[in-house]
């Protein structure tokens, strides 16, 4: 089974560890009646159908995934507002000084008018003048964390000169009821393109393990 995607120049999306199956939430929910399925069963694939679809979720709460992802920071920014169920842990520039990496689209695309569309899928004119100033700031900025390093600044101030293009790596722990709310809200056209990709990347990675409850769960939160 594939456990890592690469979006592209953004980053990527690893599968650390999985924490149980469709069968561990057949039985968290068959507990009720004191009941257990051994082998997951056609009548289990309906019940949790019949679970995702009436809003029962803690029995997707049980299935724990483990991911380690690394994304620009404006990406980032988006990812961590979903909060209710995920760990996370991130690297940090108080501690690390190594060599940011920043991401560097190749295409820029057009603003979009109706402001909550946020851009069109036209790439825009004068595509190669903007990937330069684009390029030369990222540069600028890059030189500016060296100096102030080379200065003897503490890496937790010279941190602030970096853009948020740079990229971020970190742990994350999530239920697969938490996982599908995500997938739902960034898999969304109105969500940016670049977190539709990391949110397509968990989804991909997740259906192969979750046969049934995945897309039982990404019908529910559609
Ligand atoms: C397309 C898009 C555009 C967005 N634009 C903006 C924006 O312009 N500005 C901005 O600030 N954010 C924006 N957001 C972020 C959005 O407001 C949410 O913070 C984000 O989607 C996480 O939602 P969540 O329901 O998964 O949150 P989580 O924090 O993971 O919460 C999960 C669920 O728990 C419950 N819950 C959590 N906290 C509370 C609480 N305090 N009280 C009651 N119930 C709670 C709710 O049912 C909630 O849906 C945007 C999100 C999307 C998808």
């Known amino acids: 089974m594939v456990s890592r995607i690469d979006i592209g120049n953004a980053g990527y999306v690893e ?11 057949v ?23 019949y679970l995702a679809k009436h809003n029962h979720n803690s029995p997707f709460f049980h299935p724990q995934l ?13 990812w961590f507002r979903h909060t209710v169920g995920f760990a996370r842990n991130e690297v940090s520039r108080r501690y690390v000084d190594f060599k940011p990496e920043v991401w560097i689209p190749t295409e ?17 004119a004068q595509n ?8 030369k700031t990222m540069q600028a900025a890059l030189y ?9 600044v503490a890496p937790e101030m010279a941190r602030a000169v970096l853009p948020q293009s740079m990229y971020t790596e970190f742990i994350e ?3 697969l009821a938490a996982y599908a709310r995500l997938c739902g809200l960034r898999l969304d056209p109105h969500a ?23 897309p039982a769960l990404m019908q529910a939160n559609a």
């Not at 599968?15 to 939430?25: H, I, N, P, Q």
């Not at 009720?32 to 009548?43: A, C, G, L, P, V």
């Open 15 to 25: 599968l650390l560890e999985t924490f149980g199956s469709d069968l561990t939430v």
């Open 27 to 49: 039985n968290a929910a068959r507990v009720s009646f004191n009941k257990e399925s051994t082998e997951f069963s056609d009548r289990d694939a309906g019940l949790i159908r």
């Open 66 to 78: 483990r991911f380690r992802i690394k994304m620009p920071i404006f990406v980032t920014r988006e």
């Open 108 to 124: 820029f695309r057009e603003r979009d008018p109706n402001l909550k569309q946020g851009s069109k899928n036209e790439i825009i």
């Open 128 to 135: 190669e003048a903007i990937h330069e100033i684009y390029v």
């Open 144 to 152: 500016s964390y060296d100096s102030l390093l080379e200065a003897n």
């Open 173 to 175: 722990t999530g239920s």
């Open 192 to 214: 940016q393109k670049e977190i539709q990709e990391f949110a397509q990347a968990i989804h991909d990675l997740l259906s192969p393990a979750f046969p049934v409850s995945w």
